[in-house]
Every structure is written in structure tokens, then in C-alpha cells.
């Protein structure tokens, strides 16, 4: 009997152990479950506060963005206008007492700006511009994160496109709004390159050279050379397609046209030392291309003004002839007189300009010849810039190759062109900037820099030829510029001999050329084209100096900023640029 009463015993106390245990058991996962839900719900809390604290940062640039746009308006303002209302519109934002606060269902936000620096470019202070320091704390269920995030506002900042020797660029956003061979790069022969280059679509390379001479012909060469910079230890490519050669004779204009390098095509992307000059190479640098979004047209009401707007000074031009004024006050425009018998004043007149003449701005609504003599520099001054409604002509029109017969012109300011631009038969000196809606034509001309750092900055809609300069000739006409065509640009170095200290940039971009002497006589060593037409023999290239030549000119962003600080008025603004973000 006490046997059995003591197994009901041990049983039931065996059975409460059990319970006890599965208790405690149940209870410690439910703890751990109800921290994990705890800790998962905490984390949560901090994602969505660091989330509002970055939303904090968006809505204040925006804000900031939305203000600068509204004064602005469609009209712009100056300079000096807009220096004053960035900072009026930034200390508006300035420290925690004037933070920007928003509250929603899932938490809020607060954000202020903690600190404002100016901005340095090239080693100076751009005034249209600051470096600002933004604090955002976000806010959920009691829980805080912080966001510190630096970021640049403000206009006229320099151009992607200005910091290579190079830029074929994919402008296009879709199929049919591209240009033929849109992107690519061709450099055909002896093209020499000094510093990087930007091949948005493929790069196209052969070491022959093209010239139509009596029909198309391919003349051999050696390969393309590209040095690094000056300061740098290396040339950079940052490509986009791929690279091909092709040693067969396409025809020229479906060669440079076409995007589908078929079999008679040889990739080589990754044998790039092949390509080029004693297999000196540039380094590949893949990356999703930057567009500048330059607007060539939006340009025109900055330098656009009729002869009955308010404040304009008319000047009557005898003949349609312009002769040393000086106006460094004034924004002049130019008319002439046709009738004979009675005074009729017309505005549209093919003018020319001759000697020294100084504007504040100028405008016709007709054309512009800029002329002078061979034998004294003379200038044209604008100061704050001028338009011209149809074409601007520089230059006396020679087809001469020799430098003394071209006119001595110097031209000063920037300059908005409604048709097209040439530059023929001048020896010029630049410190210019000109938007161009139509196409340019340089042949026949020298082109240097005016001042120290002078240069001659073309963006154009329209196609760009440099063509026909020091034809036959062992010294080089020398080309001080950068050169940006919306279109095609197209250059050759085969009988032409071309330098240029800049830069140039396009939508396709096609380069020909050899190296050593050109002449329309046979020389010792010479390959035989055509009758007149002789060139350095392939293997005699060697060593000597390409007819083409650019070479990067790091100067170039310093003109550029310097010509856009004279145009009167402020129209865009540049977007917002992130330079560090971190989370506290």
C-alpha cells in the first residue's frame, strides 16, 4: 500500500516538474520573442528616422532650389543680383532657430542649415556659388538619427565637357533623335593627342589617314599616339562602347555613319596596346557617361536686345561700315540709311567692322564682318557682349597659307551668333566665348590667345570644320580654342598641319591624319597619292610629328569661367551637387 501511495507520489510530482519546466521554457521564448519583436521594432524606428532625416535634406535643397528659380524669373538677374539673393535666400535657413520642420504619420523632421562656405574653383573663389552644410534630424516613436550632408548651390559651374582633349558624346535619348555614328570616335592615322579623352559610343581606329584627293584615298600611316597631360601620370579613356580597327578601304561616308562594325571590323577592347601608337595606350575607365546640359539657345536673351529697348544707343554706320568707336558705357545697336531721296533707317544691314572698337554690348539685326589689315593688330571689345542676328564673318576671306597675308584681329568678349560663324584668311587673337546656331568654318587662319589666358571657346548647333590651314606646310597654324558642336565635328591633318591648344568636343567627332611632310611635289621618301599630291612614306613616320595635334589645355576652364563672369545676366542654375553625406 505505501509502495503504491509513493509511485502516485513521484508521479505527481514528476508531472509538476514537467509543467514547471515547459512554463519556463514557454515564458523564456516568449521573452526572447517579444525582444526580438522589440529589437526589430527599434531598428525599425531608426531606418524610418534616418529616412525622414535624408527627406529632410531633399526638401530644404529643393525649397532652396524653388526660391533661387523664382527670383530668377524668365528675364534673369545680374550678377551682383544674384550674389546678394543666394546669400539673402541661404541665411533665411541659417541655424536651428529657422529650421525647416515637417511632421507625418510615420514620424518628422527638422532641418536646418549649420554652416555655409565659399566655393573654390581652380584656386579662386566662385562668388555665384557656396558650399552648404546641412543638419536633418528625423523623428520616430521617441527615436533620433542625424544626417549631416554637404552640398553645392549656386550657377556657373564649369562644364564636364571642358576637362578632356576629347568628348564624343550621346546627346540622344532615343533612337531617333541620334545622329549618325552618334557617340563615336574616329581617329584615323597619325592623330596625335595629349591628355584624356570621353568616347561615350565606340572608338574607331586605323593607321591610315583619309583625304579626298581625286577621289577618296586612304594613305598609310602609323597608328593614333596619346600622352598624358602635364602633371598626370596617365592618360585616361573613359569609354562607353568598345574599340575596333579595320585595315580594309570602306567608303568614307558610310564608314563614319555607321554603328553596326560588322566582320571587317576587329574588336579590340581588350588588346588596346594594338591600337595605338609604339603601344603606348591610355587607361580604360568605364563609368555611365555625364551630359551638359548646355542649351545653346536658352543663351540668346542673355545677349539679345532690339533697338527700341530701353537704355540702347544707336549708331549710324556710313556705307554699313563701323570705324574705331568707343562706347564702354553704352548698349549700342547699329543701323544705316538706304534711301536716297528720303531718310530711311534700316537695321539690318551686312556691317563690317574695322579698327578699334570698344562696347559695352553691341547688336544688329543683320550680319558682321570683323576685318583689319595684315600689317597692326586692331580690336573689338565687348564687354558684357554682343549679338549678332545672322551670320559673323572674321577675317579677309584669303585662300592664302601664308600667315602674313591674313588679316591682324583681335577680339575680346563673349558673342551670341543666330547663324553661322567663319574664320577665314585672319590671324587672330581670341578671349572669347560664342554660341553659334549655325555651323562654323575655320580654314585659312591662326588663332592664338589674347592675353595670357585668352582663348576662343566655340559651343555650336551646327556642325564644325576646321579645314585648310598651313596646307603643304612643315610649321603648323596654331589653334588656341575648344570647339563644341551639337552635330559633327570633322578636322583633318593629312595636307592640312593643325595644332590646337584646347580641346574639342561633338556628337561624332572623325580626325585624319599622318605624320611628316606633305607636298605637291615628290620628295625623297614620299608616297605617291596623285599627281600633286605626296606624303610621308608609312615607315618615315616614325618619329616624326603628327599634322594634327591636340593637346589638352587645362587654362581652358579658367577662360571659360572667367568670359562667363562678363555676360550680364544670370539665367540657370546649376542642379545641386552632393559632395558628402554622412549619418550620425
Given amino acids: 500500500m505505501k509502495i503504491i501511495m509513493n509511485e502516485k507520489g513521484y508521479s505527481l510530482i514528476l508531472t509538476m516538474l514537467i509543467f514547471l519546466l515547459f512554463t519556463v521554457l514557454s515564458v523564456s521564448v516568449l521573452t526572447v520573442a517579444l525582444s526580438g519583436v522589440k529589437r526589430n521594432q527599434t531598428s525599425e524606428d531608426y531606418v524610418q528616422a534616418r529616412e525622414l532625416a535624408n527627406k529632410g535634406i531633399e526638401h530644404i535643397t529643393s525649397q532652396i532650389q524653388s526660391d533661387l528659380k523664382n527670383e530668377l524669373g524668365e528675364e534673369g538677374i545680374t550678377r551682383s543680383e544674384f550674389i546678394t539673393k543666394l546669400n539673402t535666400i541661404l541665411n533665411r535657413y541659417k541655424d536651428e532657430v529657422n529650421s525647416v520642420h515637417n511632421t507625418g504619420a510615420t514620424g518628422e523632421y527638422r532641418v536646418y542649415i549649420r554652416n555655409i562656405e565659399n566655393v573654390i574653383e581652380n584656386g579662386e573663389e566662385n562668388p555665384l556659388k557656396k558650399k552648404i552644410t546641412f543638419l536633418s534630424r528625423g523623428f520616430v516613436d521617441g527615436k533620433e538619427k542625424t544626417v549631416i550632408s554637404e552640398v553645392e548651390i549656386g550657377a556657373q559651374s564649369v562644364l564636364e565637357t571642358l576637362h578632356y582633349a576629347l568628348g564624343a558624346n550621346k546627346l540622344c535619348k532615343t533612337p531617333n533623335t541620334c545622329i549618325p555614328g552618334e557617340g563615336n570616335l574616329f581617329l584615323h592615322g597619325g592623330v596625335s593627342i595629349t591628355g584624356d579623352m570621353k568616347v561615350d559610343g565606340n572608338l574607331i581606329i586605323t593607321n591610315r589617314g583619309y583625304a579626298y584627293l581625286s577621289g577618296e584615298k586612304w594613305i598609310a600611316s602609323v597608328y593614333p599616339s596619346i600622352l598624358p597631360a602635364q602633371g598626370k601620370a596617365n592618360a585616361n579613356l573613359l569609354l562607353g562602347g568598345n574599340i575596333f580597327t579595320f585595315n580594309h578601304t570602306p567608303p568614307y561616308g558610310q564608314h563614319i555613319t555607321t554603328s553596326n562594325f560588322g566582320s571587317s571590323y576587329t574588336k579590340l577592347t581588350d588588346r588596346i596596346d594594338d591600337a595605338f601608337y609604339n603601344r603606348q595606350a591610355p587607361v580604360i575607365v568605364k563609368r555611365q557617361p555625364i551630359r551638359d546640359d548646355i542649351q545653346i539657345p536658352a543663351q540668346k536673351s542673355v545677349f539679345y536686345y532690339k533697338h527700341n529697348s530701353p537704355g540702347v544707343t544707336i549708331i549710324k554706320a556710313n556705307n554699313e561700315l563701323i570705324s574705331n568707336q568707343n562706347w564702354p558705357n553704352d548698349k549700342v545697336y547699329a543701323s544705316h540709311d538706304e534711301c536716297i531721296l528720303i531718310r530711311c533707317e534700316k537695321y539690318d544691314g551686312d556691317y563690317t567692322f574695322t579698327g578699334n572698337n570698344l562696347?559695352?554690348?553691341?547688336?544688329?539685326?543683320?550680319?558682321?564682318?570683323?576685318?583689319?589689315?595684315?600689317?597692326?593688330?586692331?580690336?573689338?571689345?565687348?564687354?558684357?557682349?554682343?549679338?549678332?542676328?545672322?551670320?559673323?564673318?572674321?577675317?579677309?576671306?584669303?585662300?592664302?597659307?601664308?600667315?602674313?597675308?591674313?588679316?591682324?584681329?583681335?577680339?575680346?568678349?563673349?558673342?551670341?551668333?543666330?547663324?553661322?560663324?567663319?574664320?577665314?584668311?585672319?590671324?587672330?587673337?581670341?578671349?572669347?566665348?560664342?554660341?553659334?546656331?549655325?555651323?562654323?568654318?575655320?580654314?585659312?587662319?591662326?588663332?592664338?590667345?589674347?592675353?595670357?589666358?585668352?582663348s576662343l571657346i566655340i559651343f555650336a548647333k551646327g556642325n564644325i570644320n576646321i579645314r585648310n590651314n598651313s596646307v603643304n606646310q612643315d610649321e603648323p597654324s596654331n589653334i588656341k580654342g575648344f570647339f563644341y558642336s551639337e552635330q559633327a565635328l570633322e578636322m583633318f591633318g593629312v595636307g592640312s598641319n593643325i595644332r590646337i591648344e584646347g580641346g574639342i568636343s561633338a556628337r561624332r567627332i572623325v580626325l585624319n591624319a599622318i605624320r611628316g611632310r606633305a607636298s605637291n611635289r615628290y620628295f625623297e621618301g614620299a608616297q605617291r597619292i596623285t599627281n600633286n599630291d605626296y606624303f610621308e612614306g608609312a615607315q618615315n613616320q616614325i618619329g616624326k610629328l603628327s599634322r594634327l595635334q591636340i593637346i589638352y589645355d587645362p587654362e581652358i576652364i579658367n577662360t571659360y569661367a572667367d568670359i562667363k563672369s562678363r555676360e550680364p545676366v544670370i539665367k540657370n542654375l546649376d542642379p545641386p551637387k552632393i559632395i558628402n553625406r554622412d549619418i550620425e
Fill in 359 to 454: 562696347f559695352k554690348s553691341f547688336a544688329t539685326a543683320g550680319s558682321l564682318t570683323i576685318r583689319n589689315s595684315n600689317n597692326q593688330f586692331r580690336q573689338t571689345t565687348f564687354k558684357e557682349g554682343a549679338y549678332i542676328e545672322k551670320d559673323l564673318t572674321i577675317g579677309n576671306g584669303s585662300n592664302s597659307y601664308n600667315p602674313n597675308n591674313y588679316d591682324k584681329i583681335r577680339v575680346d568678349g563673349p558673342i551670341f551668333v543666330n547663324g553661322d560663324l567663319t574664320i577665314r584668311g585672319a590671324d587672330a587673337e581670341f578671349n572669347s566665348i560664342m554660341y553659334v546656331m549655325g555651323d562654323v568654318t575655320i580654314e585659312y587662319s591662326r588663332i592664338n590667345g589674347l592675353g595670357q589666358n585668352g
